[in-house]
Each structure stands twice: as structure tokens, then as C-alpha cells.
């Protein structure tokens, strides 16, 4: 009999991109893929209920606040999802001896490194977001010691609305376009996140604790665009501006290149370019 897996934000960009591997890979586990009309995680009771109906094995925690800007007027409801919520749901895994699976970001760090960010390193967000996430990641990390958390960074696919997507619509109104160049870090094919997720999974992976995963290489948002619109052979003009040209409500780090040293090792994994994902996604549109 298959073991029961259940993902949380399952209609989510990483949920969709972890759904479409599934579908395609020979899977020992069942995948229950719970989207917001499914489940409503900030929901104690009818989360216990889903944990009671599949006793699942692991549970992928997909499901967060995201709206980076937004957070910062909406604080409780960015710490209630991202903090709360996650805080019950690790307790609820404990409880049915569920591994949990928690995707955090690059946003817990304030950007003013120039190396590669370890998993040691001191996080000091610089905004309500980052620091919603951190307070999530502590939250588990006092409730149960069998969790894998993964930070990662500029997270883009095939699916839901991103970047890569977002330029290419821009693109196809406008002859040119500014973006930032003085805000440093690495795009992340959610398709190569969902494989090292299910990689975990399918290796029975117990080396518990906190990993940092993102494509290899580093880029700016314009060294991202310009390369979107080179393998989409699109001809438009790219013009790089500093961050303090675009006002937005919460601050972003200027670097945030993770190091992924750990992961590699704990998984045997090589991890692909940046460039190399990015042209297979773009291709795939």
C-alpha cells in the first residue's frame, strides 16, 4: 500500500511544478495536492481532519503569504499564514509522525553580505515578509527535530505568475524596459526545487535540518531579464536602473546568493546553472 503524501499550497507555482513530475515519474508515494479551496492551513481543525483522513508520511509545506509589499500593511495576516499557522502544522506533524517538508526564502537574510549565504549565517530580515518566514522556520525548529526546511530565491517556472512570465508579457506591449541591476542573487527553476523535493522523499532522506537550494551562478534581475529575452529571441531594449529608481513599500536584499555546499552533499546532487533551467523553461513556453 502507497504512503500518503500531502502538499499544502498544492495549486501554488511549486505545488503545480512538484503535481506535473508526479504525474510523469513512477511514484511509490500518493500525492494529495491541496490547493486554498481544499484547505485552509490557518485552519487547526480541518487541517487535524486532512492529517486524520491520509496519515500521511510527509507533508510538503508549500502554502504562504508571498505578497512582499502587501505584507507590510498586512502584518497580521503575513505573520498568521507564514508564523501561526506553520507553528500548528509542525505540531500537528508530531503528532501523526509526519516528516515535514517547509519551503522558506532568501528574504530572512538583509542582503549585506558578498559571500554566498550559509546555513549558519545570521538572518536579519529587512522586511514583514522575511521576518514571517524566519519566525516560521523558528516555530518548527522548537516543535519537531524532523523537518527539512529549504531556503530559496527568484523562483520561476512554466506555471502561476512570475518574473520570467511577467517579462515576457511586458514585453510583448513595450519596445523597452528598466530593471534592476544592483540587486544580486539566483534564479530558481521551481522544476529542479520539486525534484530535490521529491528526491528527499523517494530517498528516505533523515539528514533532518535546514538546506539552501537555488539554480548555480549568480545574476542580477536584469542579467535575468536580458537572458529571459535572449532565449525567447525576443528584440527589445533592456536598460539596467538602480533599485532606488523603483519606490516600493518593503525593502529587498541587495545580495542574496545562496550557498548550497550542504544540500549538494546531503543529496549527491549536482545542481544545474541558472542559464541552462532558464532556457529549458523558456523553451517550454
Given at each position: ?15 503545480q511544478c512538484l ?100 546555513e549558519e549565517l ?164
Amino acid at each position: 500500500m502507497k504512503q500518503n503524501v500531502i502538499v499544502t499550497g498544492g495549486s501554488g507555482q511549486l505545488g503545480q511544478c512538484l503535481n506535473d513530475l508526479v504525474s510523469k515519474q513512477d511514484q511509490n508515494f500518493n500525492y494529495i495536492f491541496l490547493g486554498r479551496a481544499d484547505l485552509d492551513f490557518t485552519n487547526q481543525e480541518q487541517t487535524k481532519a486532512v492529517f486524520q483522513e491520509y496519515l500521511p508520511l510527509y507533508c510538503i509545506s508549500c502554502a504562504a503569504y508571498t505578497a512582499v509589499d502587501n505584507a507590510e500593511e498586512a502584518q497580521d495576516q503575513a505573520f498568521e499564514i507564514n508564523t501561526f499557522a506553520v507553528k500548528r502544522l509542525a505540531a500537528i506533524c508530531v503528532e501523526y509522525k509526519t516528516t515535514l517538508i517547509h519551503i522558506s526564502t532568501d528574504f530572512v537574510f538583509n542582503g549585506d553580505s558578498s559571500i554566498p549565504l550559509t546555513e549558519e549565517l545570521v538572518t536579519n530580515p529587512v522586511n514583514v515578509y522575511g521576518l514571517s518566514k524566519l519566525k516560521g522556520e523558528q516555530e518548527i525548529q522548537k516543535v519537531t527535530e524532523q523537518y527539512f526546511i529549504i531556503r530559496t530565491s527568484w523562483l520561476y517556472s512554466e506555471k502561476a505568475n512570475n518574473f520570467v512570465k511577467t517579462m515576457l508579457k511586458l514585453a510583448q506591449t513595450r519596445d523597452q524596459l528598466t530593471v534592476i541591476y544592483d540587486q544580486v542573487g539566483t534564479p530558481t527553476y521551481a522544476m529542479d526545487l520539486a525534484n530535490v523535493i521529491l528526491k528527499i522523499i523517494s530517498n528516505n532522506l533523515t539528514a533532518y535540518g535546514l538546506y539552501h537550494y537555488s539554480n548555480e551562478g549568480i545574476a542580477s534581475w536584469y542579467d535575468f531579464a536580458k537572458a529571459v529575452f535572449e532565449f525567447a529571441e525576443v528584440d527589445i531594449n533592456v536598460l539596467p536602473v538602480a533599485s532606488s529608481a523603483f519606490i516600493t513599500k518593503a525593502r529587498r536584499p541587495h545580495y542574496s546568493v545562496l550557498d548550497k555546499t550542504k544540500i549538494k552533499k546531503a543529496l549527491e546532487i549536482e545542481i544545474p546553472y541558472w542559464r541552462d533551467s532558464l532556457n529549458t523553461c523558456v523553451q517550454n513556453l
